[in-house]
């Protein structure tokens, strides 16, 4: 599946989006309520436009090529309950209830395997 050129996503929220070479804005999968970090992906406006009127979260796969709505193929859906813009445009802060794993490795969050520093264990 190729990129949308000319995306359905409102024009105003598309002047704010500040997007990288390649057209993408980073998204932070947040969990509702706990706001454990989930994941990070991109969306370019059509991902973000499908994302806010879906209410599932859609992402832009820079390796394949295509988008893809997280957990069609592995179960572990985002619902969306919140999308929001950061101060500079961006990044998205993307709030969801996680369905199972987050991480394509099968764990809850893509952030539990390597802890660089941990101040309240004197690490």
Known sequence: MTRVEVSALDPAVAARLKRN??????????QRG?????????MDDEALHRTLTT???TYWSRSREEYWVKGDTSGNVQHVHE???D???DA???IV???GAACHTGERTCFDADVLLDARNGA
């Open 21 to 30: 070479a390649d057209g993408l804005v980073c998204a932070i999968a947040q």
């Open 34 to 42: 706990t706001g454990e970090v989930l994941m990070v992906a991109w």
């Open 55 to 57: 209410g599932r979260a």
């Open 83 to 85: 999308v929001r813009l």
């Open 87 to 89: 101060c500079d445009g």
């Open 92 to 94: 998205v802060l993307v």
């Open 97 to 99: 209830d996680q369905t």
